[in-house]
């Protein structure tokens, strides 16, 4: 695969991301399902790093985690670095233990979701903010809203990886 | 596992790494002013959120118009009824104005006043959290919003305060955010306490009258105003009327609830305090 390949490969995986961002970020909110609004980022870096493995996912966590971080409200910096790893696991996991199907993509992202659930719940019962049942009452509803968004967001990706994805350009 | 990282992007974990070290110092660092960079793609994809977001409110607008004519039409009507009335409370508060006015100048009291210097903005973007309340507005620094400044409807009621600004794009923190910390005052008591965000609340659309004095007797239904103590915030902001009256876990103080008087879901266009003088 030559350099011109790798960047046009790259640049269409960032063109299938737009409509997630456009989605999660302006849309979504505006209707949330009884107060929810989801969480589609990390379903995109879950359905790329699937296809295209660890290697591909830890750089597209990268880039996700770096519009998560620069394109929202109220980033720290934290969310780079934990869609990186995210991207570099699900991609070892799909791999080695699982396959490129949504069955796998659907695991994936329900770990980099519940892991990212749990940390958030961590830091608010650290800070004190709120009580465990409390905090689990936004926290399953938005895991559970946000896996349902899985197929949509698999079935974008998988069109792009079936276009250009893997070394098909080469 | 030195191999499989070697292989798959340990490069572009250290990146990451680096990265996520200097988005945190920054965020700190530059405290209610957007980093550079969150304010460069802020900046450029304002205008898509811009568009998206009046895309979005016409759509709703015409599925309004189409499918809830009649309740429009009864709500109109409505309307014309309230502001008979109002403007009959208005012919009276003139009058009370102007006996005002004489008794305060007889006593040689200085005369009250009140002015807001507003910036009208629009609101293109939401929560996109569940684990916080923010708007997203269409102006910036370039129209001299700053951190810290208010943020009202057209009525006067408190949508909540601005916590992170960018050249064309601010974010608000709503009144019912886990970081709301402001002086409140009851209107017909005028039994003053502290508004606070709560977490639970929160989802619930509410927010706390917190640290009540023991003598307050308050009922459900009372306005609440925010009471401009430290001069940071103004005074008389309304933000909503008290639901309910508890008193905490340890047993030692007495909170309100207060339910926002904003719609928070349906705001299209806010205005913006930059400055404000109030002479009570």
């Known amino acids: 695969m030559t350099r011109r390949d790798l960047i046009q490969k790259w640049a269409v995986y960032g063109l299938g991301l737009v409509p997630i961002w456009l989605l999660d970020a302006c849309i979504l909110p505006r209707y949330p399902l009884w107060g929810v ?84 719940m961590a830091r608010m019962l650290f800070i004190n903010a709120a009580g465990l049942s409390e905090l689990l009452q936004v926290a399953v509803p938005e895991f559970l809203w946000s896996l349902a968004w899985t197929p949509l967001v698999w079935l974008l990706f998988r069109a792009v990886y079936n276009r250009v994805g893997g070394t098909k350009l080469a | 596992m030195k191999d499989f990282l070697r292989q798959n992007g340990i490069l572009l974990l250290v990146i990451a790494l680096l990265l996520s070290i200097l988005i945190g110092i920054v965020s700190v660092a530059l405290g209610g002013r957007a980093d550079p960079l969150s304010d460069l793609v802020n900046t450029v994809t304002a205008p898509v959120k811009g568009g998206v977001s009046a895309a979005a409110d016409w759509l709703e607008s015409v599925y309004g118009y189409v499918f809830h004519y009649g309740e429009i039409e009864d709500e109109l009507a409505e309307l014309r009824a309230q502001v008979g009335k109002l403007q009959e409370e208005v012919r009276k508060g003139e009058e009370a104005i102007r006996e005002n006015e004489q008794l305060r100048e007889l006593l040689k009291f200085q005369a009250r006043r009140r002015e807001l210097t507003t910036e009208p903005a629009k609101v293109t973007g939401r929560s996109t959290s569940n684990w916080e309340s923010t708007l997203t507005l269409s102006k910036g620094t370039s129209a001299g ?33 886990t970081d709301t910390e402001m002086g409140g005052i009851i209107m017909r008591t005028y039994s003053a306490g502290v508004l606070e965000g709560d977490f639970a609340l929160m989802n619930q659309g509410r927010l706390k009258l917190n640290y009540l004095p023991e003598e307050a007797q308050l009922v459900s239904g009372d306005e ?57």
């Open chain 2, 145 to 177: 919003i700053e951190a810290g400044d208010c943020v009202i409807t057209e009525m006067g009621v408190l949508v909540g305060v601005v916590s992170e600004t960018g050249l064309n794009w601010s974010t608000v923190s709503t009144v019912i955010n």
């Open chain 2, 224 to 280: 609440v105003l925010t009471s401009g103590r430290g001069e940071v915030f103004p005074s008389g902001l309304v933000v909503g009327r008290v639901e309910g009256v508890f008193t905490d876990p340890s047993g030692q103080t007495r909170y309100a609830v207060v339910e926002p008087s904003v719609a928070l879901d349906s705001l299209i266009e806010v205005f913006v305090i930059k400055d404000f003088e109030i002479v009570e």
């Open chain 1, 37 to 120: 609004v989801p969480m589609l980022l990390p379903l995109a870096a879950a359905a790329v790093a699937v296809l295209e493995g660890a290697s591909a996912g830890t750089g597209f966590g990268l880039a996700v985690g770096l519009l998560w971080e620069l394109a929202y409200p109220g980033g720290f910096g934290g969310l780079v670095l934990y869609m990186a790893l995210a991207g570099m696991a699900m991609g070892a996991v799909s791999q080695y233990a699982l396959s490129q199907s949504f069955l796998g993509c659907l695991i994936c992202a329900g770990g980099a979701l519940g892991l990212l659930e749990l940390l958030r």
